[in-house]
Every structure is written in C-alpha cells, then in structure tokens.
C-alpha cells in the first residue's frame, strides 16, 4: 500500500456487488433476487456527500436491486454496463472530473480497466488478486462489511 493524498479527490466511484454487497445473491423461487447492504455504509455516502465529494455506482448487475439501493442512498447509478472504463470516462467527462480527481473502489476482474486510471485504487480486502495487486488502499473490511464507512472514517474524516 502507498501513501495517498484523498484531498485531491472530487469523486469516488463504487462497484456494487463485493464493495456494497458481500457479493453474495439470495434468488427466490419466483426469480426475485435480494442481497445484503451494510447501513453503516449508507450512513458514510451521507457523510462524505457533506464533503463535497461527488459519488456514483457503476456496475454490471443488471437487476433493480442496484437502482433501488443508489436511489436509496442518492447517489447516481450506471448499471448493466459491459465496459465499466468507458462507462467512466463518459461519466467523468460530462461532469467535468479530471481522472486525477478519480478514487475507485472495486473487488473484481469487471473493474479492472477502469481503476487501473483512477487517481486512487481503493479494494476490500477480499477482492481478486488481480485488484488488490494494483490497488493503492486495501480495507480491512471484507466487501459488505463497511467499505465504504472504513474509507469515509480511515480517510476522509481528519
């Protein structure tokens, strides 16, 4: 892990399922899919929303329940991508961020592309070698586990 400067940071984006969820899916035998969300989280997108940080889910999952969570949270949502890196930098691009100004948290092989051009790679610990290899801040929390309340406590609130 390197040492990073979070104060040049003006977005972050998230990965859903493994940063949000512990990447788990419960499947009814309607077809009707659910996973689980960590409050703790929810309560850290409302803290680091007061800093002026900028944050937006980008994901592949296809199902509302990502929707439905960011919706919750209001926070931007871009989801049933294929390219999470374009999906990015059109993102970026039509909000004015700079890559410099890009954390990413992301757990596996579908974010690769994308973090390898965040500012800051960011992962839970139990992401994929491949993400933790590249990743500048690995959590101590697992995906699911308050990720994003260790980041919003480790890093944004000094």
């Known amino acids: 892990m390197v040492s990073v400067d979070i104060k040049n940071i003006k977005v972050i984006i998230y990965d859903f399922d493994g940063v949000m969820t512990d990447n788990k899916v419960l499947v009814s035998s309607d077809g009707t899919e659910s996973v689980f969300c960590n409050r703790s ?14 944050q937006c889910i980008i994901s592949t999952e296809e199902n509302k329940v990502v929707e439905k969570r960011a919706e919750k949270l209001g926070l931007p949502c871009i989801h049933g991508v294929s390219d999470k890196k374009t999906t990015m930098l059109d993102y970026l691009k039509k909000n004015n961020f700079g890559l410099n100004s890009v954390a990413y948290v992301g ?37 699911g586990d308050g990720v994003i309340y260790e980041l919003y406590k480790s890093l944004i609130r000094k």
């Open 107 to 143: 757990n596996d092989l579908n974010d690769l592309a994308a973090m390898k051009l965040a500012a800051i790679k960011i992962a839970p610990k139990d992401a994929a070698k491949e993400i933790l290899v590249i990743a500048d801040i690995i959590m101590k929390a697992k995906g």
């Open 41 to 54: 989280d929810g309560l850290a997108v409302s803290a680091i929303k007061k800093t002026g940080i900028h």
